[in-house]
C-alpha cells in the first residue's frame, strides 16, 4: 500500500437497513405464492388435507383394480370372439346351437305325426271304397237268387263279399282313428320339446299345442327368423359389451389418475402452509384464521338450512281436484 493511504473502512448495514432488506426479500417471496383463496385447496382445514393425502393413494389403486378388472374382462370376451371367428362360427351362433338341437327334436316329433296323418289319410280312403262297396252290396241284397246267379255271384258270396267290406271297413276305421290319435300325441310332444324347455320364452312358445300345420309353421318360423335374430343379437351384444369395458376400464383409469392428483395438490398445499408457518408465520395465522372464518359461516348456513328442512312440512294432498276459473 502506498505511502499516506489509509486502509479504506469495511461497510457495515445498520439493523434498520438489515430489517428492510429482509422485508424486501419477504415481500418477494411473498409476491410468488397465491393466496389461498386461489390455491386449489387453500380453502381445506389441515384435517382434510391429511385425510385426503391418506385415501387419495387407497381410492386410487381400488380404481386401478376396477381398471385392470374390465381390461381383463375385455380381453377375455375379445378372446372368446376371435376363437369363435377361428372355428368359423360367432359365439352368438354357439349360444344358439341348442336351440337348434332342440328344433330338431321337434322335428322329429313332427315328422311322426306328418306320418301317422298320412297314414290316417290311407286309411280313411280305404274305408271309404269299402263303405262304397257295401253300399253296391246293399243294392243287390233284395235280388233273387236267379238274379244274382245271373249276375255271376251267389247268395253265399254276396254274405262274405259283405262281411269282408263291412270288416275291412271296421278295421280301416280303426286304423285311421289309431293313427289321428297317434298324430295328436306326436304334436303335443312336438311342441312339448319346445313348451317345456329353458328356452320356451325366447322361442315365443307358449299356450297350448296348436295344430300340426300351425306347429310346423311356429317351427319353421323359429328356426328361420327367431334363433337367427338371438344370433344377431348376442353377437351385437358382445361388440355393446366390449366398448362398454372399453369405456369403464378408461374411466376408472382417469378416476384414479384424478385421486392420485388430489393427494398429490393436497400434499403441496401441506407443505406449502408448513413453509409458510415457519418463514412467514403471521401470515400462517393470518390464512388460518380466515380459512376458520369462512367455514363457520358455511357451517351456520348448512345448519339453517337443515333446521328449515325439518320444520317444513309438505302440504297434504287435496282430494278435489285443481278449481277452475270462472
Not at 362360427?89 to 354357439?94: E, P, W, Y
Not at 245271373?150 to 254274405?159: C, D, I, M, Q, V
Amino acid at each position: 500500500m502506498p505511502a499516506g493511504c489509509t486502509a479504506p473502512r469495511e461497510y457495515r448495514l445498520s439493523d434498520e437497513q438489515k430489517q428492510r432488506l429482509e422485508d424486501m426479500r419477504e415481500e418477494r417471496e411473498l409476491a410468488g405464492t397465491r393466496a389461498w383463496t386461489e390455491r386449489p385447496y387453500g380453502g381445506h382445514t389441515d384435517q382434510e388435507l391429511t385425510r385426503l393425502i391418506a385415501t387419495g393413494p387407497v381410492d386410487a389403486r381400488q380404481w386401478d383394480r376396477d381398471a385392470a378388472a374390465a381390461d381383463e374382462a375385455k380381453a377375455t370376451l375379445l378372446q372368446e370372439i376371435a376363437d369363435a371367428a377361428a372355428a368359423g362360427t360367432s359365439r352368438g351362433q354357439v349360444e344358439v346351437a341348442p336351440l337348434y338341437a332342440l328344433l330338431d327334436q321337434a322335428d322329429e316329433h313332427l315328422a311322426v305325426a306328418r306320418t301317422e296323418q298320412a297314414r290316417e289319410t290311407a286309411a280313411a280312403e280305404v274305408a271309404a271304397k269299402a263303405d262304397e262297396h257295401l253300399r253296391v252290396l246293399a243294392a243287390a241284397d233284395s235280388k233273387s237268387r236267379l238274379a244274382l246267379r245271373l249276375a255271376g255271384t251267389s247268395r253265399k258270396e254276396h254274405t262274405q263279399l259283405t262281411k269282408q267290406a263291412e270288416t275291412d271297413r271296421t278295421a280301416a276305421r280303426r286304423e285311421a282313428a289309431e293313427a289321428r290319435d297317434a298324430a295328436g300325441r306326436a304334436t303335443a310332444d312336438a311342441w312339448a320339446t319346445v313348451r317345456h324347455s329353458p328356452y320356451s320364452t325366447v322361442l315365443g312358445a307358449t299356450g297350448r299345442a296348436p295344430d300340426v300345420d300351425t306347429l310346423t309353421s311356429r317351427l319353421t318360423e323359429m328356426r328361420q327368423t327367431t334363433v337367427p335374430a338371438l344370433t344377431q343379437q348376442k353377437d351385437a351384444g358382445d361388440q355393446k359389451r366390449v366398448a362398454r369395458l372399453h369405456g369403464q376400464a378408461a374411466k376408472a383409469t382417469e378416476t384414479a389418475s384424478m385421486y392420485r392428483a388430489v393427494a398429490t395438490d393436497a400434499r403441496t398445499e401441506k407443505q406449502l402452509r408448513e413453509r409458510i408457518a415457519q418463514q412467514h408465520p403471521e401470515l400462517h395465522r393470518t390464512e388460518t384464521r380466515a380459512r376458520a372464518e369462512v367455514q363457520q359461516v358455511q357451517q351456520a348456513q348448512a345448519a339453517r338450512i337443515e333446521q328449515q328442512t325439518r320444520r317444513y312440512q309438505p302440504p297434504a294432498p287435496s282430494r278435489s281436484g285443481p278449481s277452475r276459473g270462472r
